[in-house]
């Protein structure tokens, strides 16, 4: 080969290698270049590593948070605190899931213009959340620890996902010096907690029961107070004598439960939590909800029967029970739940929220016979003025939590009105007996619901 022949072929390998180096930068653009436009230190879009755009409001339009130049909530101080865990704080120690789920619309960065002049309007996000329902849950909470979720179960708006204790991030407490008062104010106990579910797990076992014992609705069991299971003793909350299965679910009988968890045995158990996606995390928004729990592999016969009532080992998580609620509401299967409702910049939509199933959680059938249930106890034990009037179907619980320390108390359900179709879910840390401590405040927070949904 001459030398002229060598050069031409080496200019060809060079052109070669440019040509190829320009598609990888052109492909890892198309695919990278919203998130490297919204890393954590590029200069266009934050200041002081604060996002330097974007409005976000509640359902009604109320400014939760102006990140348009640095980062201010809420004019209302309740507001304030009740809406922290959502938003996220100036120090970064609760993370803002949403803006950083959608830096990329709220920024209005595009491929071909990238960022847009500043100029231009700030993109507002709209979330499902009211901010009236979350200060009132908040109040309602009374400096409790725990948490207070709403959702709508035939689209997915999440109306209230309260998390106690908050702080005024204007006013920023010593969270250090009161770990009492403080613990977990850093994190959403709506999205990240785990609870023994205590009581309010028996709508599970009562769905397993519904489609595995044939004449379940037509038995009576016998409560003297305790049942012997493999040579332990379980103890009941009370004496409650004959009782038909309506009733055992409604007076939160743990001898009946017993009795049923043995004839429906750890397997079938198992099976029926796993059908239910109780223990499954959720993914929307940017969050990964905690994962709850069912594990009955070392359960014995003892054991099975304190799962069943929602004791052992079990966990819950108070977002993905709530969904649970939501699919016996709605014939089986739910909406998924989610924060953001839209974003625009101006007239153009840059992301639209829509409405997806969860898969079948529960048979229609069995659904249709726990909500009767369910609407029994409100009407027969929780008592139906606790409600705000509306049409509610309920399970508590009191979930013990150890030695020596108060229960939690847990109380969940749903609302069947056709244009209230809201499940909730409540959780008070130590408050005791579930339905006297958390009636008051879904009394409260459902009032509100109301409202806020009247205006839209
Ligand atoms: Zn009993």
Redesign the pocket.
């Known amino acids: 080969m001459n030398k002229l022949a060598k050069r031409a072929w080496f200019a060809m390998v060079l052109a070669g290698a440019l040509l190829l180096g320009m598609a990888v930068v052109i492909v890892r653009y198309m695919v990278s270049a919203p998130d490297w436009v919204t890393f954590q230190s590029s200069p266009h879009v934050y200041s002081n590593g604060v996002m330097n755009s974007g409005v976000i409001t509640d359902r009604s339009g109320t400014v939760v948070l102006n990140a348009t130049s640095g980062r201010s909530y809420a004019e209302s101080e309740s507001v304030r605190k009740a809406m922290l865990h959502l938003l996220g704080d100036r120090e970064g120690n609760i993370t803002p899931f949403l803006l950083n789920e959608y830096g990329a619309e709220l920024v209005g960065f595009d491929r071909l213009n990238g960022t847009y002049s500043t100029t231009d309007e700030s993109a507002v996000m709209k979330l499902t959340i009211s901010a009236d329902v979350q200060k009132a849950a908040y109040a309602a909470l009374d400096g409790r620890k725990g948490t207070v979720g709403v959702y709508n179960y035939k689209t997915g708006e999440i109306l209230c996902a309260v998390s106690s204790p908050s702080f005024d991030p204007d006013n920023v407490p010593d969270i250090a010096g009161n770990p009492d008062t403080y613990d977990g104010a850093y994190y959403s106990r709506f999205l990240y907690a785990k609870y023994a579910p205590g009581s309010v797990f028996k709508v599970l076992t009562a769905a397993a029961a519904l489609e595995e014992i044939d004449d379940i609705s037509a038995r009576t069991f016998t409560?003297t107070?305790s049942i012997e299971i493999a040579g332990e003793t379980l103890v009941?909350?009370?004496?409650?004598g004959t009782v038909t299965f309506e009733q055992a679910l409604a007076?939160s009988?743990?001898?009946?439960f017993a009795e049923i968890a043995g004839e429906l045995g750890a397997n079938t158990l198992t099976k029926y939590a796993r059908r239910s996606g109780v223990a499954e995390q959720l993914h929307f928004d940017g969050v990964n909800t905690a994962a709850g729990s069912f594990d009955l592999s070392k359960a014995g016969k003892y054991e099975t029967a304190w799962a069943a009532i929602g004791q052992y080992n079990d966990q819950i998580n108070p977002c993905s029970y709530m969904v649970f609620m939501g699919a016996i509401a709605n014939g089986g299967k739910a909406a998924e739940p989610y924060f953001v409702e839209k974003i625009t910049r101006g007239n153009s939509s840059k992301y639209e929220a829509s409405t997806e199933m969860t898969g079948r959680m529960i048979e229609k059938d069995t659904a249709a016979a726990l909500a009767e249930m369910m609407h029994y106890a409100v009407e027969n034990v929780y008592g139906t003025w606790n409600f705000a009037g509306l049409d509610a179907c309920a399970k508590s619980g009191t979930a013990e939590v150890g030695e020596g320390k108060q229960p939690n108390a847990v109380f969940t359900g749903f609302v069947r009105n056709s244009q209230y179709p809201l499940a909730f879910i409540v959780v008070v840390e130590n408050g005791g007996s579930g339905s006297a401590v958390c009636t008051p405040i879904i009394s409260r927070v459902l009032s509100t619901c109301i409202v806020a949904m009247d205006s839209d």
């Open positions: 409560c107070g009941c909350n009370g004496v409650h007076q009988c743990n001898c009946a």
